[in-house]
């Protein structure tokens, strides 16, 4: 085959093949320039043509982003994206203190909801000689101790003063902020300056909270949301005399007059805590009590609520230890809903003095809440006004205790019966049946095995191995 011509080569820059395509196996080969000047001669990438937007046009492009992709891919194509997409960010929870003293105003000036919970958890500490093993849930970290008794240590948090500065810094800069979730500090200077530069926060989130820190919180002139973490000995590492008792509900009833929704998360207290928030609190619609460690007879104060609408217990081991004589507890006139999640349900004069209190409900909801079993469930029939009714997870209920409240509301609208395994579909009556023939809306899924079933069915799989397995 005869040899291309060198010259023609030469001119056009590579070797020509059968095929008319360049190989650079044979561009190494040719005399001349190495191959990375020559590659240096090819055209630059195209500019960007965003660059000839102005910001305030790029800020309208960016603003009709949802949010994942507002904080993921667009932030992430150049600095000035960044930039922009950091002016356009609303809410952020930060993880590292000091990115809220030195980059946070800077990097994103225009924040509404902000939350600091994370970031003021220092740490874990290991041993100095032996690594320790290090338990984490969400944004809690703590350190075991395999030869201690527990070996579950305490949660260990920033110094006062660092909150403290942190809360300064966000005070100055975020005048516009509307919800805020951070850790209360021994001290009060923090908070009160939050309540002095963030004139227009409605929601605040403490955590560790004891009786004197939730002094400041009456400075707070439009707050309408409050949620309330006590302070627990055994993970914050706090003294005998921290949490929230009846002093600390008192201050935050005389405080906060407007508030609309409140939680109360670990706190201790009794008849007297409640019935200041009830009397004070007027606006009060929705009270959330979760593990709850209050005195005997805290039930009777929620009648002082006038304007309550939604009470709601979570993870409460008991309800009242001694909710006291019936015709001494009264009721709530205005409540609408009541429910109930991850709840002791076992004692009987706990659950009689709460359906007596809440006897106006329309609604209730019951979510995998444990003891309730037919005689305790037949106790919901003093609240008279049931619309709408959702059991979940209520594995000791049967189809006729079911049947018997149900079927004895008249003004029953709604039912959903989810995970409750003794509730078998082969028991229905029919006047069970007819009930849901006249409902608005219903739900039955009671039996996970025999959904489990159906959904199987025709698969071969269930069978125990005899449809693979035969033996000869």
Same mark, same amino acid.
């Given at each position: 085959?005869?040899? &291309?011509?060198?010259?023609?080569?030469?001119?056009?820059?590579?070797?020509?093949?059968?095929?008319?395509?360049?190989?650079? &196996?044979?561009?190494?080969?040719?005399?001349?320039? &190495?191959?990375?000047?020559?590659?240096?001669?090819?055209?630059?990438?195209?500019?960007?043509?965003?660059?000839?937007?102005?910001?305030?046009?790029?800020?309208?492009?960016?603003?009709?982003?949802?949010?994942?992709?507002?904080?993921?891919?667009?932030?992430?194509?150049?600095?000035?994206?960044?930039?922009?997409?950091?002016?356009?960010?609303?809410?952020?929870?930060?993880?590292?203190?000091?990115?809220?003293?030195?980059?946070? &105003?800077?990097?994103?000036?225009?924040?509404?909801?902000?939350?600091?919970?994370?970031?003021?958890?220092?740490?874990? *500490?290991?041993?100095?000689?032996?690594?320790?093993?290090?338990?984490?849930?969400?944004?809690?970290?703590?350190?075991?101790?395999?030869? @201690?008794?527990?070996?579950?240590?305490?949660?260990?948090?920033?110094?006062?003063?660092?909150?403290?500065?942190?809360? *300064?810094?966000?005070?100055?800069?975020?005048?516009?902020?509307?919800?805020?979730?951070?850790?209360?500090?021994?001290?009060?200077?923090?908070?009160?300056? $939050?309540?002095?530069?963030?004139?227009?926060?409605?929601?605040?989130?403490?955590?560790?909270?004891?009786?004197? +820190?939730?002094?400041?919180?009456?400075?707070?002139?439009?707050?309408?949301?409050? #949620?309330?973490? +006590?302070?627990?000995?055994?993970?914050?590492?706090?003294?005998?005399?921290?949490?929230?008792?009846?002093?600390?509900?008192?201050?935050?009833?005389?405080?906060?007059?407007?508030?609309?929704?409140?939680?109360?998360?670990?706190?201790?207290?009794?008849?007297?805590?409640? +019935?200041?928030?009830?009397?004070?609190?007027?606006?009060?619609?929705?009270?959330?009590?979760?593990?709850?460690?209050?005195?005997?007879?805290? =039930?009777?104060?929620?009648?002082?609520?006038?304007? /309550?609408?939604?009470? #709601?217990?979570?993870?409460?081991?008991?309800?009242?230890?001694?909710?006291?004589?019936?015709?001494?507890?009264? @009721?709530?006139?205005?409540?609408?809903?009541?429910?109930?999640?991850?709840?002791?349900?076992?004692? #009987?004069?706990?659950?009689? *003095?709460?359906?007596?209190?809440?006897?106006?409900?329309?609604?209730?909801?019951?979510?995998?809440?444990?003891?309730?079993?037919?005689?305790?469930?037949?106790?919901?029939?003093?609240? #008279?006004?049931?619309?709408?009714?959702?059991?979940?997870?209520? !594995?000791? =209920?049967?189809?006729?205790?079911?049947?018997?409240?149900?079927? !004895?509301?008249?003004?029953?609208?709604?039912?959903?019966?989810?995970?409750?395994?003794?509730?078998?579909?082969?028991? $229905?009556?029919?006047?069970?049946?007819? =009930?849901?023939?006249? =409902?608005?809306?219903?739900?039955?899924?009671?039996?996970?095995?025999?959904?489990?079933? +159906?959904? /199987? *069915?025709?698969?071969?799989?269930?069978?125990?191995?005899?449809?693979?397995?035969?033996?000869?």
């Amino acid at each position: 085959m005869p040899e &291309p011509d060198r010259h023609l080569l030469s001119a056009t820059g590579g070797v020509l093949h059968r095929d008319g395509l360049k190989g650079w &196996p044979d561009l190494w080969m040719l005399p001349g320039k &190495p191959p990375h000047a020559r590659a240096a001669a090819t055209p630059p990438p195209p500019a960007d043509q965003t660059l000839a937007f102005s910001d305030e046009l790029l800020l309208r492009v960016l603003a009709c982003l949802p949010e994942p992709h507002l904080t993921g891919a667009a932030s992430l194509v150049c600095k000035r994206w960044t930039r922009l997409s950091g002016r356009l960010r609303r809410r952020l929870a930060v993880r590292d203190w000091a990115f809220v003293t030195h980059r946070l &105003p800077h990097r994103f000036p225009n924040l509404a909801v902000l939350d600091l919970f994370p970031a003021s958890i220092a740490a874990p *500490a290991a041993a100095p000689f032996r690594a320790s093993p290090v338990l984490t849930c969400g944004a809690v970290s703590l350190t075991l101790d395999p030869s @201690a008794d527990p070996p579950l240590g305490a949660c260990r948090f920033l110094a006062d003063d660092v909150l403290d500065r942190g809360l *300064a810094v966000v005070a100055a800069r975020f005048p516009n902020l509307r919800r805020l979730s951070a850790t209360a500090a021994a001290e009060s200077g923090g908070l009160m300056d $939050i309540a002095g530069g963030c004139a227009t926060l409605q929601e605040l989130e403490l955590h560790r909270c004891t009786d004197l +820190a939730l002094r400041p919180v009456s400075a707070f002139a439009h707050l309408q949301i409050l #949620r309330v973490v +006590a302070a627990s000995s055994p993970l914050y590492g706090t003294g005998e005399d921290g949490g929230v008792t009846d002093i600390g509900l008192t201050i935050l009833a005389h405080g906060c007059k407007r508030l609309v929704k409140l939680e109360l998360v670990g706190c201790e207290g009794s008849y007297d805590g409640i +019935a200041a928030v009830g009397r004070c609190c007027a606006m009060l619609e929705e009270l959330t009590i979760a593990d709850h460690r209050m005195d005997a007879g805290w =039930l009777a104060a929620l009648a002082f609520c006038g304007n /309550l609408k939604t009470l #709601r217990l979570q993870g409460c081991g008991r309800i009242d230890a001694d909710p006291g004589p019936p015709e001494h507890l009264g @009721a709530c006139l205005t409540l609408e809903s009541l429910q109930l999640h991850h709840c002791q349900l076992r004692d #009987r004069r706990a659950l009689h *003095a709460l359906f007596l209190v809440c006897e106006g409900a329309r609604e209730f909801l019951v979510q995998n809440c444990w003891g309730l079993e037919d005689d305790m469930f037949a106790l919901a029939g003093l609240c #008279r006004r049931i619309k709408f009714l959702s059991l979940e997870g209520c !594995s000791l =209920l049967t189809t006729r205790g079911v049947e018997s409240m149900v079927t !004895s509301w008249n003004d029953l609208q709604s039912l959903e019966v989810v995970g409750c395994n003794k509730v078998k579909d082969e028991e $229905i009556t029919p006047a069970l049946s007819e =009930l849901f023939s006249n =409902l608005k809306e219903l739900k039955w899924r009671p039996d996970n095995k025999s959904l489990l079933a +159906a959904s /199987l *069915a025709g698969t071969g799989m269930g069978k125990k191995g005899r449809v693979f397995f035969k033996r000869v």
